[in-house]
T-cell receptor, first 112, second 112 residues
Framework: AQSVTQPDIHITVSEGASLELRCNYS??????LFWYVQSPGQGLQLLLK??????LVQGIKGFEAEFKRSQSSFNLRKPSVHWSDAAEYFC??????????FGKGTMLLVSP | NAGVTQTPKFQVLKTGQSMTLQCAQD?????MYWYRQDPGMGLRLIYYSASEGTTDKGEVPNGYNVSRLNKREFSLRLESAAPSQTSVYFCASNDGSYNEQFFGPGTRLTVL
């Protein structure tokens, strides 16, 4: 079955430290992959997307993600976290029917 | 462009009451979607409309009906609300390809 797994429910990072949020997918071919961010009480905003080509994709707000086919992963990274990055992050996969399958989300807490 | 708009923002219902959540998009998108978001569950697809005149069930359609009124508008109806339908509901749209979906701000629904 197609699925997206985000292994970490919560992550706490110190401000200025680097960040990596994990995402693994299960799909028989190469899916289209997305990272969304949701601030409290808000809708979802797209951070970046991967369709094909370069496995390292750049997004907004200084985020990047790397697609690794061998590991079925699409991890989100940021070199230096700011307090305003505190939010919930969702990995999603489009597996060919125009619908998205979402992971359950990772809540990022940023400590001073 | 307003993007995707949803009304109302908040709603409290009693068990057994009915209501319709409204969604509209001004991006000339073909496809529209309704999700519900529950803590620890991520976003789950309720119904979607791949194009005007068509609707399809998603992962959790029971207890809901939808209407694609025209290309712009896609409504979600709860005929007899139950406490299990307490959730945050998001509408989204895209152009029907594998591109990202654009999300509305959400409707927070409580069923007592």
């Amino acid at each position: 079955a197609q699925s997206v797994t985000q292994p970490d429910i919560h992550i706490t990072v110190s401000e200025g430290a680097s960040l990596e949020l994990r995402c693994n997918y299960s799909y028989g071919a190469t899916p289209y992959l997305f990272w969304y961010v949701q601030s409290p009480g808000q809708g979802l905003q797209l951070l970046l997307k991967y369709f094909s080509g370069d496995t390292l994709v750049q997004g907004i707000k200084g985020f990047e993600a790397e697609f690794k086919r061998s590991q079925s992963s699409f991890n989100l990274r940021k070199p230096s976290v700011h307090w305003s990055d505190a939010a919930e992050y969702f990995c999603a996969m489009n597996s060919g029917y125009s619908t998205l399958t979402f992971g359950k989300g990772t809540m990022l807490l940023v400590s001073p | 462009n307003a993007g995707v708009t949803q009304t109302p923002k908040f709603q409290v219902l009693k068990t057994g009451q009915s209501m319709t959540l409204q969604c509209a998009q001004d991006m000339n998108h073909n496809s529209m979607y309704w999700y519900r978001q529950d803590p620890g569950m991520g976003l789950r697809l309720i119904y979607y409309s791949a194009s005007e005149g068509t609707t399809d069930k998603g992962e959790v359609p029971n207890g809901y009906n939808v209407s694609r009124l025209n290309k712009r508008e896609f409504s979600l109806r709860l005929e007899s609300a139950a406490p299990s339908q307490t959730s945050v509901y998001f509408c989204a749209s895209n152009d029907g390809s594998y591109n990202e979906q654009f999300f509305g701000p959400g409707t927070r629904l409580t069923v007592l």
